[in-house]
């Protein structure tokens, strides 16, 4: 054993008090670090991921980022041209060329879409009027990029595909209207037509205005209900990798010409949220660190000034400044080494604990687990964070206990 180690651990030793309050400081430090870091993170994954599961990754609309340029723009590019009380033609809105778009992003690789005709009609049933989005879709397409399967607690999109006067509505409308499987809806566009349609399937996502406001039937009834024939205005995209959905948004829209905003674009305000929440958990736990390491640095100060004269002797005998402050900042990694190691066990007790608990928030049906992430990043994160604070509450006890005088301090002993 290397001769500062031995005096290191005779120090600590034979202050077990004060070496147990340090200890206790700094695995409290790491454990409520790890439980909350733990809770924070995995609320936010799981927020993310409710965000990326019931959104699509990236979504194409029938819209442009630049408006389009006059034609008299674009021959005289740099002449003095002015155009005043310009009408753009009334058209049907959509994607033009659509199934030529569609070819050109499912060639991309690691993605699935689906085309979508989305427009509002007025559903009428028993006296009942309500203003809802009717969404035009192809079943077996939809599948692929939705999670609406999923969240079906009646009926499916098969039995929509093979019903051409189908409806699938949500769990929070059919409580409105009184509507079951099997009942007759009137719907009708602003354009003046009428369809009656029959409820094939109900979905509940646990998003009340989702559930109150959102309609599915088949793409073709939606473009005849909407006078939109061969029409789409979204192409939906869901992607193998998520987070690669700002990169391949503008690929696809540099490639098609049409806007394409990925989730990452849509959510920009949360995501900022998510990550000034981030900054403040990180300071509030680092924080309970810091305090911890005081207890190092009054332990180890303390073992300085009661070990004055026998610093002295070391140093007449010749060890080297820094060898004694090698002695103390020892002290310091150790305390910071035990203290990390009982932490992150008492940490991973505590966020075991925390992954049991259930909770039924108000209006809720179903109990709730608390979401806890399992990185190990972070249990990294907390025992260097633990022992960058306790090696540098030790260090400033071991430089002043390396400028100690020798000569001083034994002239005072004689």
Avoid at 163 to 175: D, E, F, M
Avoid at 200 to 220: E, H, P, S, W
């Amino acid at each position: 054993m290397p001769v500062q180690l031995a005096i290191a651990l005779t120090h600590l030793l034979s202050r077990k008090r004060q070496t147990l309050v340090s200890l206790t400081g700094i695995v409290l430090g790491v454990a409520f670090f790890l439980a909350v870091s733990s809770l924070m993170r995995g609320s936010e994954g799981d927020f993310i991921k409710r965000l990326i599961d019931n959104s699509p990754h990236i979504t194409v609309s029938d819209e442009y980022r630049q408006a389009q340029r006059q034609p008299a723009s674009e021959r005289w590019p740099t002449g003095a041209v002015e155009l005043r009380r310009v009408k753009p033609l009334t058209e049907v809105r959509g994607i033009r060329g659509h199934p030529r778009a569609l070819a050109y992003i499912e060639s991309l690789p690691g993605l699935r879409a689906a085309p979508v005709l989305v427009g509002s009609v007025v559903l009428t049933f028993a006296g009942r009027i309500e203003g809802v989005t009717l969404n035009g879709i192809v079943p077996d397409k939809m599948k692929q990029v939705s999670t609406i399967e999923d969240k079906m607690i009646e009926g499916s999109l098969e039995q929509l595909a093979a019903n051409p006067n189908g409806i699938v509505i949500g769990a929070g409308l059919a409580r409105k209207f009184g509507l079951a499987m099997g009942s007759v809806v009137n719907a009708a566009s602003p354009g003046g037509e009428v369809r009656t349609l029959k409820v094939v399937g109900i979905f509940r996502t646990g998003n009340a205005n989702y559930d109150d406001m959102q309609t599915f039937a088949l793409l073709k009834r939606a473009q005849g209900l909407l006078d939109r024939p061969n029409r789409i205005n979204r192409i939906v995209i869901q992607l193998s990798d998520p987070y690669a959905a700002r990169e391949v948004a503008s690929i696809i829209e540099r490639g098609i010409g049409y806007k394409a905003v990925s989730w990452l674009e849509a959510s920009e305000d949360l995501m900022s949220v998510l990550l000034v929440r981030n900054l403040i958990m990180y300071s509030v736990v680092s924080a309970i660190l810091v305090v911890a390491a005081f207890g190092i640095y009054n332990t180890v100060s303390t073992i300085v000034m009661e070990k004055i004269h026998d610093i002295a002797i070391l140093k007449s005998m010749g060890f080297h400044a820094r060898d004694i402050r090698l002695i103390f900042l020892t002290e310091g990694v150790i305390l910071g080494l035990i203290g990390s190691l009982f932490g992150l066990t008492l940490g991973l007790g505590l966020m075991a604990l925390l992954a049991r608990v259930e909770l039924k928030p108000p209006g809720a049906t179903e109990l709730v687990f608390l979401p806890i992430y399992w990185g190990y990043e972070q249990y990294l994160l907390a025992a260097g964070f633990a022992m960058a604070s306790a090696i540098g509450a030790a260090w400033l006890p071991a430089r002043k206990a390396g400028r100690v005088q020798p000569v001083v301090i034994l002239r005072g002993m004689g």
